[in-house]
């Protein structure tokens, strides 16, 4: 059994094209011995967003703080609520954004793909 407190695991700040004010917490990954599933708990601030991306893994998310809205492919923006689920299947795109003026904070589950690390799809790159 793998037991932790998430604000005991440092927020790395994601610094990459198309995404602003979020951060991850990556919880439970191939590097704490999970063999199949990771988590991880992103924290959006106030207007933060990723990109409109797709990736290769299916993705589970749960909204349980903040004013959350989940854009598809389409460009379609559905507003959430404290409380919703979401799952996005392999390559759908979708983004996620924070419409509120406080944290947004998302715990996202995804599988371990042969040769990934729990943390993203594409080495040496998170999220």
Do not use: W
């Not at 290769?56 to 919703?84: M, S, Y």
């Not at 689920?85 to 983004?95: K, R, S």
């Not at 715990?107 to 790159?125: A, E, F, H, N």
């Amino acid at each position: 059994m793998i037991r932790k407190n998430v604000q005991d695991i440092p927020a790395v700040y994601v610094d990459k094209e198309g995404f602003n004010g979020m951060s991850a917490r990556f919880a439970l990954t191939k590097d704490d011995g999970c063999p199949n599933y990771a988590m991880r708990v992103m924290e959006f601030a106030p207007g933060g967003h990723t990109s409109l991306h797709s990736h290769l893994e299916e993705h589970e998310f749960f909204f349980p703080e903040g004013e959350p809205a989940i854009v598809d492919g389409n460009g379609k923006e559905t507003r959430l609520k404290p409380g919703d689920l979401v799952y996005t299947a392999p390559n759908e795109v979708h983004q996620l954004r924070n419409l509120g003026a406080s944290t947004m904070r998302v715990i996202c589950t995804i599988p371990i793909l042969p040769g990934g690390d729990g943390k993203s799809t594409r080495k040496g790159s998170e999220c």
